[in-house]
Each structure stands twice: as C-alpha cells, then as structure tokens.
C-alpha cells in the first residue's frame, strides 16, 4: 500500500479552482465568436434576399428590400439598415445590408464590444416590362 503525504491531498481540487474560471471564459469568448458569426451569415442571407426583392419588383425597390431583408432570418429588425441603390442605368441593383451584433453573453458581454456586420449584393434587376411579361 502507497502512503501519501498529508501537504498533498485536495492539491487537484486547488488547482481545478483556480483554473476553472478561465475555461468558462474561454468557453464563453467561443460561445460569443459564435454568435457573431451565424449574425454574419443571417446577415449575408438577409442581403441576398433584399436584393432579390429590389431587383424584381417594379414599384418601390426599396421598401421591398428593406421587407425582405427584416424578414429574412432571426436578426432583430430595429437594427438592421438597408440601403438600394440602382447602377448602369438601372439595369443592376445593388444592397447593402448592415446590422450592429449585440455581445450581450454573460462575463463576455462586458469585455467585447458589439460588432457591426456588413453584406453587400449587386443583382441584375428584372421587369415585367422588359421581358414582354404582363
């Protein structure tokens, strides 16, 4: 049988203490980094979907854009912007979707600052007129 000193026992238990804490930080810069990133990809969605809208509806391009892109995914809507704009002479379309990524996650939210994303989309605009469609 293997006898232990007395100085040694609960030295793992110390030492899983006094580490612990910089895991969950970890883990939670990670789980943060995350966030972000599904925002950036919503927010791409969002842009390719304001686009598409601009780009075939023949009345206001840009309330249809700013629709589609609100309605798009799960990002929240009073902080998305969108902005149209008509290129080549109105043959291409062209948005930009930005959307301020709140870091609200607990400890992290506190250390990173909120992260603005951007997606931009040019599409060749379609209509009903052009292409003999009623």
């Known amino acids: ?3 232990t000193r007395w100085g040694d026992h609960g030295q793992s238990t110390v030492e ?3 580490i612990l804490p910089l895991v969950v930080i970890v883990v939670l ?9 599904r925002d950036q990809v919503l927010v791409s ?3 390719r979907e304001a686009a598409r809208a601009a780009a075939v509806s023949d009345a206001n391009r840009f309330s249809a854009a700013v629709t589609a892109a609100k309605r798009a995914g799960e990002l929240r809507s009073d902080q998305i912007s969108v902005e149209v704009t008509m290129l080549e002479g109105g043959d291409t379309v062209r ?4 959307y301020r990524s709140v870091t609200d996650l607990a400890i992290i939210g ?4 909120d ?3 951007h ?3 040019v599409m060749r605009a379609e209509s009903a007129g052009k292409h003999g469609l009623q």
Do not use: R, W, Y
């Open 1 to 3: 049988m293997k006898k």
């Open 16 to 18: 899983f203490a006094l």
């Open 29 to 37: 810069f990670i789980a943060q980094a995350g966030f972000v990133v």
């Open 45 to 47: 969605h969002a842009a």
């Open 95 to 98: 948005v930009e979707v930005s």
């Open 110 to 113: 506190a250390l990173v600052p």
């Open 115 to 117: 992260v603005d994303l």
């Open 119 to 121: 997606a931009t989309v």
